[in-house]
Nanobody, 119 residues
Framework: QVQLEESGGGSVQAGESLRLSCTAS????????MDWYRQAEGKQRDLVAR???????NYSASVKGRFTISRDSAKNVVYLQMDDLKPEDTAVYYC?????????????RGQGTQVTVSS
């Protein structure tokens, strides 16, 4: 069992940056897929960024060019660097992981960290 814990959220002004961290309680080497997704109040969950165990990354169109996902397997941490933040980025951000790319459900999820961007 792996526990995921997000940190790094906060309140910033538009145009500023934040770096979120997702720290795992055990090795992330076996986690084929690690995602950051967000959920704004009253809205559906939105996949923001994905990184595979081999290093391939994917981003939603709304954050591409502004957000960068990375993983440090030695530290068991996945990061989400968020630059040029916009008010529409305001949401609770969650880290989640799957053991296989083929499955739809997550094996592990964190509790989330709030990001608030004001104009």
């Amino acid at each position: 069992q792996v526990q995921l814990e997000e940190s790094g959220g906060g309140s910033v002004q538009a145009g500023e940056s934040l770096r979120l961290s997702c720290t795992a309680s055990a090795s992330i080497t076996s986690l084929r897929v690690m995602d950051w997704y967000r959920q704004a109040e009253g809205k559906q969950r939105d996949l923001v960024a994905r990184i595979l165990s081999g290093g391939d990354t994917n981003y939603s169109a709304s954050v591409k060019g502004r957000f960068t996902i990375s993983r440090d397997s030695a530290k068991n941490v996945v990061y989400l660097q968020m630059d040029d933040l916009k008010p529409e980025d305001t949401a609770v951000y969650y880290c989640a992981a799957k053991l296989s790319l083929l499955q739809t459900a997550y094996d592990y999820r964190g509790q989330g960290t709030q990001v608030t961007v004001s104009s």
